[in-house]
């Protein structure tokens, strides 16, 4: 079946760790986005790409960095620059930036040590 | 500011008894309202798309409904299987190869037996 698979499902980071957030998908969309959830609070886009080699930031980027070597993967890499990074990390795929629905992973819950 | 807000926060109901969620939003130039369904510790998971006040969708004992500043989600004779947080986003903007997607909080629907 077709889908978006996030690995790990748990993650941990240490003090000045940089760790890295997988998302693969097959659906062939050549949209991804990289969102994080905090209780109480709306979807926040971090990252999104249109296509492969190309990537915009987008709300709230400080302290994150992707990239989109292969249409079917954009990973989602956490510096230390990132101060609060302990969250819910959802990644989405699309036909396209315009289209809708977006097809949402199981994501990855993030944790500061 | 564009902007979208869900009501209740969190809704608890006895298994048959009908109810109603409230989305809000204030954008300029909707372009498409959605309404995605999320279990703890899973990814949104896509439910409906409006683009025009006066429009309607179903699916089992839901309905969604839009107006020019609400969207209602309508659950009929619930049942403890549609407990789950339910989420509203906004595609709001001039047609361009990117138009932002504003998602609320969400509401957390318990159906009790």
């Known amino acids: 079946d077709g889908g978006i698979t996030q690995s790990p499902k748990y993650l941990f980071r240490k003090e000045g760790q940089n760790v890295t957030l997988s998302c693969e998908q097959n659906?062939?969309?050549?949209?991804m986005y990289w969102y994080r959830q905090d209780p109480g609070q709306g979807l926040r886009l971090i990252y999104y790409s249109q296509i492969v080699n190309d990537f915009q930031k987008g709300d709230i980027a400080e302290g994150y960095s992707v990239s989109r070597e292969k249409k079917e993967s954009f990973p989602l890499t956490v510096t230390s620059a990132q101060k609060n990074p302990t969250a819910f990390y959802l990644c989405?795929?699309?036909?396209?930036?315009?289209?809708?629905?977006?097809?949402f992973g199981d994501g990855t819950r993030l944790s500061i040590l | 500011e564009d902007q979208v807000t869900q009501s209740p926060e969190a809704l608890r109901l006895q298994e048959g008894e009908s109810s109603s969620l409230n989305c809000s939003y204030t954008?300029?130039?909707?372009?498409?309202l959605f309404w995605y369904r999320q279990d703890p510790g899973k990814g949104p998971e896509f439910l409906f798309t409006?683009?025009?006040a006066g429009e309607e969708k179903e699916k089992e004992r839901l309905k969604a409904t839009l107006t020019k500043k609400e969207s209602f989600l309508h659950i009929t004779a619930p049942k403890p299987e549609d407990s789950a947080t339910y989420l509203c986003?906004?595609?709001?903007?001039?047609?361009?190869?990117?138009?932002?997607?504003?998602f609320g909080p969400g509401t957390s629907l318990s159906v009790i037996p």
């Open positions: 409006l683009y025009s």
């Open positions: 989405a795929s699309s036909m396209r930036t315009g289209s809708q629905p977006q097809h």
């Open positions: 659906l062939n969309h050549d949209a």
């Open positions: 986003a906004v595609r709001a903007g001039r047609k361009t190869s990117y138009d932002k997607v504003i």
């Open positions: 954008v300029s130039g909707l372009r498409g």
